[in-house]
């Protein structure tokens, strides 16, 4: 299969932690990153493969990978992490992108 | 840094086409490939395809195959994305980003795509 699937929405209280997976036979042999979206802005690559957080991300942002299933985790959530994220990996060729259809988190 | 800017906004026919521009600026175009990523109202991410500009190929979705046009002029550092026939489902805002690691003519998609354009929306309305 070449779709990735994620909860459409996930809410956290505030200084939580919170899990927002990505789930798709792929993940198996590929890893997923993850984007960051706010409204009205493009989307921010916030962590990506085995262990991978771009510059400026604050640490709070983690991922991980088990079986099918893709994860980000938040910990200790902050209002400013209230947004749209998306999960990318590959396609089964392993020549294309794909994308999740996004989760929307709600910080409480 | 690399920053990526596209060109303004669109407003098409149905049946026409439409030419997105993205110029890089900040760093050598040379050593990352180009993505272009679109985004229907209130709706995900799809990717489009994506180019290597130092060697010109560019590779599509299945789904675009035929419709879509990536290209790249090195010369002024700026990557084309192309749709033609366009119908009222194509309104999106598109957005060029990039894909930072290449291995020869291979994408590496093990890395995300780490700078993006701030997006160019184009409407299809009659």
């Known amino acids: 299969s070449s779709e990735l699937t994620q909860d459409p929405i996930v809410s956290v209280a505030l200084g939580q932690t919170v899990k927002i997976t990505c789930q798709g036979d792929g993940l198996r042999n590929y890893y997923a990153s993850w984007y960051q979206q706010k409204p009205g802005q493009a989307p921010v690559l916030v962590f990506y493969g085995e262990d991978n957080r771009p510059s400026g991300i604050p640490d709070r942002f983690s991922g991980s990978r088990s079986g099918t299933t893709a994860s980000l985790t938040i910990a200790g959530t902050q209002a400013e992490d209230e947004a749209d994220y998306f999960c990318g990996s590959r396609d089964s060729s392993g020549n294309h992108r794909i994308f999740g259809g996004g989760t929307k988190l709600t910080v409480l | 840094q690399v920053q990526l800017v596209q060109s303004g906004a669109e407003a098409k026919k149905p049946g026409s086409s439409v030419k997105v521009s993205c110029k890089a600026s900040?760093?050598?175009?040379?050593?990352?490939?180009i993505s272009w990523v679109r985004q229907a109202p209130g709706q995900g991410l799809e990717w489009m395809g994506a180019i290597i500009p130092i060697f010109g190929a560019a590779n599509y979705a299945q789904r675009f195959q035929g419709r879509v046009t990536i290209t790249a002029d090195e010369s002024t550092t700026t990557a084309y994305m192309e749709l033609s026939s366009l119908r009222s489902e194509d309104t999106a805002v598109y957005y060029c980003a990039r894909d930072p690691h290449i291995v020869g003519v291979i994408i590496d998609f093990y890395y995300g795509l780490d700078v993006w354009g701030q997006g160019t929306t184009v409407t299809v309305s009659s």
């Open positions: 900040g760093g050598t175009f040379n050593s990352y490939a």
